[in-house]
Nanobody
């Protein structure tokens, strides 16, 4: 069974940095776009950043210049380097990927379980 597992969340002071990782495991034939979303307390889930298999990236305006998304296709892993964190970045961060599992004939949308990022003032 295909799974996405995030790691790297935690508590950090404002101005600090964190690096999130999300590794895909299981019978993966191919992964297309990988992305990070977040859900702040009491708010809806929002897109943070996305990256194509070739490395093209797109960011939410709120994180441009502070966050960097990258991926290692050989490891089926996507990363999110978060710098200059502020209190508004506090949220549960979710990994998302379009995966073509082995033995199937189409893409499926997978989500990780989420990792908490808390930024203190």
């Amino acid at each position: 069974q295909v799974q996405l597992v995030e790691s790297g969340g935690g508590l950090v002071q404002a101005g600090g940095s964190l690096r999130l990782s999300c590794a895909g495991s299981g019978p993966i034939f191919r992964i297309n776009v990988m992305a990070w979303y977040r859900q702040p307390p009491g708010k809806q889930r929002e897109s943070v950043a996305r990256i194509s298999p070739g490395g093209n990236t797109d960011y939410a305006d709120s994180v441009k210049g502070r966050f960097t998304i990258s991926r290692d296709n050989a490891k089926n892993t996507v990363y999110l380097q978060m710098n200059s964190l502020n209190v508004e970045d506090t949220a549960v961060y979710y990994c998302n990927a379009a995966v073509w599992p082995v033995g199937t004939t189409r893409w499926f949308d997978y989500w990780g379980q989420g990792t908490q990022v808390t930024v203190s003032s």
